[in-house]
């Protein structure tokens, strides 16, 4: 029997072939969920999607767009919120 919290689906099931020719099955991690917009909830483009230990030697720009609220903010909104700014 395996442990409890692996019964649950928190972790996802792999199956691993071993050196010795058995087929294990490993619990891994599941993948952080998708950024979205703070504004409008849309999904946001080229932001980067993995656990935090990978996330850790994944260089800064490759975990989101070099631009002003980049990672925070969907193309659209970025676009409104800027034009918002220039008007006050
Ligand atoms: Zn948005």
Do not use: H, W
Request: proline share 6%; aromatic share 4%.
């Amino acid at each position: 029997m395996v442990e409890g919290r692996k019964k649950s689906r928190t972790f996802r099931r792999v199956k691993v072939k071993t050196p010795g020719g058995k087929t294990v099955t490993q619990y891994k991690r599941r993948k952080p969920s998708k950024a979205k917009c703070a504004d409008c909830k849309a999904v946001l483009k080229g932001v980067t999607r993995a656990l935090p230990k990978k996330m850790q030697n994944t260089p800064k720009t490759k975990k989101r767009p070099a631009r002003a609220y980049a990672g925070v903010l969907c193309t659209k909104c970025t676009r409104k919120k800027i034009t918002q700014k220039a008007r006050q």
